[in-house]
């Protein structure tokens, strides 16, 4: 079973709509972190924002924004306001410690297209 | 640029053949970690370093094997390669190891295996 399931395969908005990309993750742990990384055409992956999880306080950076849900699993990300820019493969992830060190699981990502 | 070097960008070899790939960390970083993204199997965690000792492990195929020297560099070993083995692999470093610290990913390594 996913550790963490991105239904959205692909999703194409119209420059300056909102859009969420949805995460639902699987977890036993009681202390687990989520991660929302951005990869451009470009290829290079770039961190967004980590969650632990005793921090259900959702959080507004900008025009993102991150809702993050203990009772669904859930940990979706909105951009408002979209723009060409944000055009990438978005992937959500979760950190499980594992040992000393922590183990890594991540979507399948989802690909945003702007349309301008 | 994250700070995190990769070499080298590209590297096209063939099947059964052995490559290694190179990974520098930010300066000051103690922890590496590798990831393989390919089509099939998306962006998989394969495993982590930190100062010179293995902390965790994901999918990782017994053809393939790391290690973090003791200048921090690391190196990723792959041997007997299949058409499969074909994809992007990164490499991320961070400071201390730990999920509260973020780590920066390097542009990556793409293998080709023909």
């Known amino acids: 079973a996913q550790k963490v399931t991105q239904a959205q395969t692909e999703i194409s908005v119209v420059e300056k709509e909102d859009v969420t990309l949805d995460c639902v993750y699987e977890?036993?742990?009681?202390?687990?972190?989520l991660f929302w990384y951005k990869q451009p055409p470009s290829g290079e992956l770039v961190f967004l924002i980590r969650?632990?999880?005793?921090?259900?306080q959702n959080e507004i950076s900008g025009r993102y924004s991150w809702n993050f849900q203990k009772s669904t699993s859930s940990f979706n990300f909105t951009i408002t306001a979209s723009q060409v820019v944000d055009s990438a493969v978005y992937f959500c992830?979760?950190?499980?410690?594992?040992?000393?060190?922590?183990?890594?699981?991540f979507g399948t990502g989802t690909s945003l297209t702007v349309i301008p | 640029d994250s700070g995190v070097t990769q070499t080298p960008k590209h590297l096209i070899t063939a099947t059964g053949q052995r490559v290694t790939l190179r990974c520098s960390p930010r300066s000051g970083d103690l922890s590496v970690y590798w990831y393989q993204q390919s089509l099939d199997q998306g962006l998989q965690f394969l495993i982590q370093y930190y100062n010179g000792e293995e902390r965790a492990k994901g999918n990782i195929l017994e053809r393939f094997s790391a290690q973090q020297f003791p200048d921090l560099h690391s190196e990723l070993n792959l041997s007997s390669l299949e058409l499969g083995d074909s994809a992007l692999y990164f490499c991320?470093?961070?400071?201390?190891?730990?999920?509260?610290?973020?780590?920066?990913f390097g542009p990556g390594t793409r293998l080709t295996v023909l």
């Open positions: 991320a470093s961070n400071p201390s190891g730990a999920s509260t610290d973020t780590q920066y």
């Open positions: 992830a979760l950190s499980e410690a594992q040992g000393t060190g922590n183990q890594f699981y």
């Open positions: 969650r632990n999880s005793f921090d259900e």
């Open positions: 977890t036993r742990d009681t202390t687990y972190y």
